[in-house]
Antibody
Framework: EVQLVESGGGVVRPGGSLRLSCAAS????????MSWVRQAPGKGLEWVSG????????GYADSVKGRFTISRDNAKNSLYLQMNSLRAEDTALYHC?????????????WGQGTLVTVSS | EIVMTQSPATLSVSPGERATLSCRAS??????LAWYQQKPGQAPRLLIY???TRATGIPARFSGSGSGTEFTLTISSLQSEDFAVYYC??????????FGGGTKVEIK
């Protein structure tokens, strides 16, 4: 069974940092691109960042560019999101999601998410 | 950035009826469009990709159509488990992947 399990969320003060992790299982992790998608409480979905199969290509939403860094460790079947200079508007449930083999397209499946709360 | 606009925001439908959800792109995304279903407390689930291809395990009552800037998700006969929020997403413009604001399908 394909599984994605996020961790690392929590409460952090504005300006602080947090590192999210996503543990993948049930598939050949280094065959697939991956992304982070967030959902603020009661709001819609927002793509945050994506990375290709070997980490050689990454992309970021304008709202997080220069503050967040996506990375992966294929030996550990893990995806990461380093979040710096956090703001109140970064408060959200952060999901990791897998792209299809053909490239950066739709997301399937999604993890259940890890909650990040930025508050003083 | 390609803006995705979904309508209506809320759709009230009786069980067994047909539901038609719309998604409009601010510029052409070809057929690079997906639809997701999200129930409360759950992660989104992929329903449709390539504008019209059902994902694995998705019932035939879900169908997608359209290309360019206008897209439709149709649920032919609503079941109780279909009441949820539905999102469209374009992937024509990497790395600017964008979602619509969602349509909530509620029981009439």
């Amino acid at each position: 069974e394909v599984q994605l399990v996020e961790s690392g969320g929590g409460v952090v003060r504005p300006g602080g940092s947090l590192r999210l992790s996503c543990a993948a299982s049930g598939f050949t992790f280094d065959d697939y691109g991956m992304s982070w998608v967030r959902q603020a409480p009661g709001k819609g979905l927002e793509w945050v960042s994506g990375i290709n199969w070997n980490g050689g290509s990454t992309g970021y939403a304008d709202s997080v560019k220069g503050r967040f860094t996506i990375s992966r460790d294929n030996a550990k079947n893990s995806l990461y999101l380093q979040m710096n200079s956090l703001r109140a508007e970064d408060t959200a449930l952060y999901h990791c999601a897998r792209h299809p083999l053909r490239g950066a397209a739709e997301f399937d499946p999604w993890g259940q998410g890890t909650l990040v709360t930025v508050s003083s | 950035e390609i803006v995705m606009t979904q309508s209506p925001a809320t759709l009230s439908v009786s069980p067994g009826e047909r539901a038609t959800l719309s998604c409009r792109a601010s510029q052409s995304v070809s057929s690079n469009l997906a639809w997701y279903q999200q129930k409360p407390g759950q992660a989104p689930r992929l329903l449709i990709y390539g504008a019209s291809t059902r994902a694995t395990g998705i019932p035939a009552r879900f169908s997608g159509s359209g290309s360019g800037t206008e897209f439709t998700l149709t649920i032919s006969s609503l079941q109780s488990e279909d009441f949820a929020v539905y999102y469209c997403q374009q992937y024509n413009n990497w790395p600017r992947l964008t979602f619509g604001g969602g349509t909530k399908v509620e029981i009439k």
